[in-house]
């Protein structure tokens, strides 16, 4: 039989066994609560990072890069059968990499062969709103283009370095979804040295400066395809640039699979560029005359994400 002295040490031994199980759970509990909480995924509204022309405040993941190539028909759908309704160009391209730093930036420098234009935008998205039935995502988008080869006669003995020959532009970029489905996009934006023709050349010694309020909706009837529309109306500054007169609209469809986004649509412009669009269109809707234009983009991914 277990005498009395020996049952207080087991007491107390199995008192302290309890006690220090009891500090070991406490600090595991605490280890647990200190650990880095989870994050919740970027916020992303619209599929792709653009519409057609306009931005959107869609971003990539880090470290990922888009490659785009887009097509501009010069000829428009009233050149009838004989031109194969504009398909048998000329047309504009554009060539264009996007890389994403971080999840909510991407930079982008792309390029045109109207005027050469070479363009380097960043686009940073700081305001995520995850409202149940009205989510709202907000971006700004700046950047600048050179036209390194200008075709304009007037100014073609201009050196190529000229300051004239480079533009600047913001946007800020103002996103919701109703549904998931139906997406809606303002872009108020500006563009600095809309004419790059001003000059000793042309008896014009001041720059000019553009505002439009780009707008767009697009409706995702289901995950593989989607229809859009786009519209960038004049607000104040220059408008009256030859050629380039008319609020620049597009509408159109939007293929979706595998990293890849497919677009084809109708347009009253023959501009890519963004300091190019930003200037106007050259076509009036009224005519009920467009061009077909097509985007691809790719989407690159380089080893997993860190």
Known sequence: MMNRGTLHV??????????????LGQERQVRWQRSEPATQPELQLFHSPLVIDLPTATTLQKYDFEFEV????????????????GLDGPAHIR??????????????LGRTNFNDNIDLWLKYKFLQIRHPKLPVLI???AGGAWNSW???PE???RKKSDLRNFQAYGQLIINTMIGKRFGIGLVPSYLYNTDIRWGPETDDSETKDTFRMGTYLQFYVSPLWSIMWEWSPYIAGYKSLVAQEFNPMSFGIELETGGHFFK??????????????LAGADISVDKNDWRIGFMITRLLKFGKKK
């Open 10 to 23: 087991s007491v107390i031994i199995l008192l302290l066994v309890m006690l220090i199980g009891m500090g």
């Open 70 to 85: 887009s097509h501009r028909f010069i000829p428009t759908t009233g050149s009838g059968i004989r031109d194969f309704y």
């Open 95 to 108: 060539l264009a990499l996007a890389f994403a730093p971080s999840d909510r930036m991407v930079v982008k």
């Open 139 to 141: 971006a700004a988008k």
């Open 150 to 152: 200008p075709e304009y």
């Open 155 to 157: 100014i073609s003995q």
């Open 264 to 277: 084809i649509f109708l347009t009253n412009s023959q501009y890519i560029n963004t300091s190019q669009y």
